[in-house]
T-cell receptor
Framework: DQQVKQNSPSLSVQEGRISILNCDYT??????FLWYKKYPAEGPTFLIS?????DKNEDGRFTVFLNKSAKHLSLHIVPSQPGDSAVYFC????????????FGKGTRLSVIA | GAVVSQHPSWVICKSGTSVKIECRSL??????MFWYRQFPKQSLMLMAT?????????EQGVEKDKFLINHASLTLSTLTVTSAHPEDSSFYIC?????????FGQGTRLTVV
């Protein structure tokens, strides 16, 4: 059973517009959530994270929203740029202890110029 | 951010041979490291948790005798794919969590011919 789900395998957005990537989780023990960007044949690059005590975290063009009651989080990228084109993975974990991340299947974002 | 270095970045080996992949934490000590595998267009799947000075913990379905993990120091974990077969061809990535975030190596593309 997938504990972290990214139901959209791909997303296409025009340059300058907002990209919204969604993620759902099922394990209520998760209290820390992260977004990673990944290019083929490279390791994931950390983008932004959020603790379950917050509902929003912003870093430049990237904002992550967390809705605990719905077990849903989203990553907003605005304005989107062609260089943002990549696969984005949502990950969840527990902040206590050295526990691994559980990843969604990823969403391929294409930003069209 | 913290640096995790993985080597080699790619390797081609003959069926039946063994391949060793190294994962180093360059600017922090990691008592625990995580090994993931990613098949094309799939998510990153946790294979095992590597513990410094003790046995690794393997996820269900991962053969411990095939994927040997050694974590002999606080900065180095190795994954050895023994008697490799074409179905072991995949992208292997290591990770460590010095704090809330997890940092990843560059990944190793293994091709078994």
């Amino acid at each position: 059973d997938q504990q972290v789900k990214q139901n959209s395998p791909s997303l296409s957005v025009q340059e300058g517009r907002i990209s919204i990537l969604n993620c759902d989780y099922t394990n209520s023990m998760f209290d820390y959530f992260l977004w990673y960007k990944k290019y083929p044949a490279e390791g994931p690059t950390f983008l932004i994270s959020i603790s379950s005590i917050k509902d929003k975290n912003e870093d430049g063009r990237f904002t992550v929203f967390l809705n605990k009651s719905a077990k849903h989080l989203s990553l907003h990228i605005v304005p989107s740029q062609p260089g943002d084109s990549a696969v984005y993975f949502c990950a969840a974990t527990r902040s206590s202890g050295n526990t691994p991340l559980v990843f969604g299947k990823g969403t391929r974002l294409s930003v069209i110029a | 951010g913290a640096v995790v270095s993985q080597h080699p970045s790619w390797v081609i080996c003959k069926s039946g041979t063994s391949v060793k992949i190294e994962c180093r934490s360059l600017d922090f000590q990691a008592t625990t490291m995580f090994w993931y595998r990613q098949f094309p267009k799939q998510s990153l799947m946790l294979m095992a948790t590597s513990n410094e000075g003790s046995k690794a913990t393997y996820e269900q379905g991962v053969e411990k005798d095939k994927f040997l993990i050694n974590h002999a120091s606080l900065t180095l974990s190795t994954l050895t794919v023994t008697s490799a077969h074409p179905e072991d061809s995949s992208f292997y990535i290591c990770s460590a969590r010095p704090n809330y975030e997890a940092f990843f190596g560059q990944g190793t593309r293994l091709t078994v011919v």
